[in-house]
């Protein structure tokens, strides 16, 4: 049985604040500007700068899953790294999308060589991430992420899987700590690739292992 490598897609395999910034701006005279890790409170209005309320938010991402994920291009060396990794990996990506927007983010990943099965998620990757182990004969596992609060909740809920922490976009590398819940903290794919086949040359996945980067 192989080990299961379980992606998140936005700063992890796709570009994100970039094209999102692009699509708010080009479509809804909105203007991003990342203070910090969130885009809650970092949505203003080009017109008077006032922040939008958070409760836009929901409807300015499903606008952008639904009109703009076009404008996404892969991490660097994202796609190449996974296609060396499927000899030693089953991959799935698990993403925190709505259901709807499921079949633009298989067709998006498929057009740039990726061509895995995609889940959809809300809230805490945790308990999603344990269906899929069970669905997959609880094998091995690796998950990676940008977001540290998914990195406590699978550590929390699937103690033994591998935890790294991603986060593909330079500009953003700075405004997020490495996540503490995580193994290892590593933000481009050559490194990754590098680091994920010698756990498996190792077998430091078979008995839940970490190795510290």
Same mark, same amino acid.
Not at 79 to 88: G, M, Q, Y
């Given at each position: 049985?192989?080990?299961?490598?379980?992606?998140?897609?936005?700063?992890?395999?796709?570009?994100?604040?970039?094209?999102?910034?692009?699509? !708010?701006?080009?479509?809804?005279?909105?203007?991003?500007?990342?203070?910090?890790?969130?885009?809650?409170?970092?949505?203003?209005?080009?017109?008077?700068?006032?922040?939008?309320?958070?409760?836009?938010?929901?409807?300015?991402?499903?606008?952008?899953?639904?009109?703009?994920?076009?404008?996404?291009?892969?991490?660097?060396?994202?796609?190449?790294? %996974?296609?060396?990794?499927?000899? @030693?990996?089953?991959?799935?990506?698990?993403?925190?999308?709505? @259901?709807?927007?499921?079949?633009?983010?298989?067709?998006?990943?498929?057009?740039?060589?990726?061509?895995?099965?995609?889940?959809?998620?809300?809230?805490?990757?945790?308990?999603? %991430?344990?269906?899929?182990?069970?669905? #997959?004969?609880?094998?091995?596992?690796?998950?990676?992420?940008? %977001?540290?609060?998914? #990195?406590?909740?699978?550590?929390?809920?699937?103690?033994?899987?591998?935890?790294? #922490?991603?986060?593909?976009?330079?500009?953003?590398?700075?405004?997020?700590?490495?996540?503490?819940?995580? #193994?290892?903290?590593? @933000?481009?794919?050559?490194?990754?690739?590098?680091? !994920?086949?010698?756990?498996?040359?190792?077998?430091?996945?078979?008995?839940?292992?970490?190795?510290?980067?």
């Amino acid at each position: 049985m192989k080990p299961l490598l379980i992606c998140d897609c936005d700063e992890v395999l796709m570009t994100f604040a970039g094209p999102f910034a692009e699509h !708010l701006d080009e479509m809804h005279g909105l203007e991003l500007k990342l203070e910090s890790f969130a885009l809650a409170g970092n949505i203003r209005r080009k017109s008077d700068g006032e922040p939008v309320p958070q409760s836009a938010l929901r409807g300015l991402l499903g606008d952008f899953f639904s009109r703009g994920m076009h404008r996404q291009v892969p991490a660097p060396g994202a796609p190449e790294a %996974l296609a060396s990794l499927k000899a @030693d990996f089953d991959i799935v990506i698990l993403t925190n999308i709505e @259901d709807e927007y499921r079949d633009g983010r298989r067709e998006q990943l498929r057009r740039h060589g990726m061509t895995y099965e995609v889940f959809c998620n809300s809230g805490p990757k945790g308990p999603a %991430l344990s269906r899929l182990l069970a669905d #997959h004969g609880r094998p091995p596992a690796v998950f990676v992420d940008d %977001l540290p609060p998914h #990195h406590q909740s699978v550590s929390e809920v699937e103690p033994q899987v591998h935890r790294i #922490h991603m986060v593909a976009d330079p500009t953003l590398r700075s405004l997020i700590p490495a996540a503490k819940a995580a #193994h290892a903290r590593i @933000d481009d794919w050559p490194s990754a690739s590098t680091y !994920l086949s010698r756990l498996v040359a190792e077998k430091t996945l078979a008995d839940g292992g970490a190795v510290r980067r």
